[in-house]
Nanobody, 120 residues
Framework: VQLVESGGGSVQAGGSLRLSCEVS????????MGWFRQAPGKEREGIAT????????YYADSVKGRFTISQDSAKNTVNLQMNSLKPEDSAMYYC???????????????WGQGTQVTVS
């Protein structure tokens, strides 16, 4: 499985960015896809996940109502639309795919290389 992220960048507070993650290969056991982030000096934080197929979505409280995760099955991508961005959203964002029972812990996920988001 290979994950390739795109779409990071710099934006002013209140602005929007859209992240995309292309997944090269799926397995039946890794059905949850989504995004983590990690800011310097802080722990990695799971922020949004989507259950491949049914499309059920789950969000961390820190992004609920501002971020939207979606999947494009035809393109094998998972997207994160980020609106109303705040300086505290600045972090390296990582795409991750894994088993739904352990996705939020990150212990058994497959990771992308990360894309930087900076909000000023």
């Amino acid at each position: 499985v290979q994950l390739v992220e795109s779409g990071g960048g710099s934006v002013q507070a209140g602005g929007s960015l859209r992240l995309s993650c292309e997944v090269s290969f799926y397995t039946n056991s890794r059905c949850c896809m989504g995004w983590f982030r990690q800011a310097p000096g802080k722990e990695r934080e799971g922020i949004a996940t989507i259950y491949r197929g049914p499309g059920d979505t789950y969000y961390a409280d820190s992004v609920k109502g501002r971020f939207t995760i979606s999947q494009d099955s035809a393109k094998n991508t998972v997207n994160l639309q980020m609106n109303s961005l705040k300086p505290e959203d600045s972090a390296m964002y990582y795409c991750a795919i894994g088993r739904c029972g352990s996705w939020w812990s990150g212990s058994d996920n497959v990771w992308g290389q990360g894309t930087q988001v900076t909000v000023s």
